[in-house]
């Protein structure tokens, strides 16, 4: 064999070496955009993992692998910056989102504050507040600490696909119209305000349902961004009243969650973390 055929050889099994190695392992990729990642409950009791649970070694393992390459975890007001602003877009960034205040999420902690992650918490300021919820000290001191943000989910978080700040725009439940849903959104941002001594600028949709109106409702209430639940990437020049945001599923894998991170797609998995077609209904 020729020296020129010997290093031909050994270059082609070099490159099949990289291949299996590079399919064995989920890989990031360069981005063209942000992802905003969006989680619930953080648990530690053996209960099944779905739509809005995540066991806490799941999600540490997604927290490592995040930092192993180099991702940087961006605060709300520099994802705003980003979009609106033209602020430089960090290569590899992400935006890490824990809805509704669960106790459970403060298993989230340790780990967050291990890897330096910047994160925000988005709480239901009225009926979230105590037992399954934490309480106004856990979220006073939560905003304390240095990387972490609280931020706005309305008062009450109304779910009920017949009974919800749309629906009540719309005049289709009796009782509730576009004052009610105004005073979710104000009074949620006040109740915030005065707790943490500190101002609240953003407000995430429960369920990510909203309309024209109540995005004009959430100006009006002072708030400067806005959260969905849509999927996909955010990038500069897109809107800062419609965030997209991605549902993690507690269900998926490493594979799932790597791709999830690099084209902001909801993937739904089934018990053995697989992903399966549809997407989850977000709370």
Known sequence: MTALRRAST????????LAAAAAAAPRAVATSGV???MYHEIV??????GETVIALDRFEAQMRWLAERGYRTLSMSELVAVIADGAPMPERAVVLTFDDGWKNVLNA???????????SFWIIAGK??????????????????????V????????????????TWVEGKVSGKDAETARRELVDSKRELEEHLQTPVHYLAWPCGWYDAVLVRLAIGAGYRALLTAEAGLNRP???VLHIKRTFIDGSCGMDAFAKTVV??????CNSKGVPTSGAPAPR
């Open 10 to 17: 050994l270059l082609a099994a070099g490159m099949l070496g």
């Open 35 to 37: 992802p905003v990642l």
């Open 44 to 49: 530690t009791d053996g209960r099944a993992p």
């Open 109 to 119: 902690v340790p780990v967050l504050e291990r890897y330096r992650m910047k994160a």
């Open 128 to 149: 979230g507040i105590g037992d399954d919820y934490m309480a106004w000290s856990d979220i006073e001191a939560l905003a304390r600490r240095p990387g972490f943000e």
């Open 151 to 166: 931020q706005s989910h309305t008062m009450t978080h109304p779910w009920d696909p017949a009974d919800n700040l749309v």
């Open 237 to 239: 020049g897109d809107d």
């Open 263 to 268: 084209d902001g797609r909801y993937r739904v």
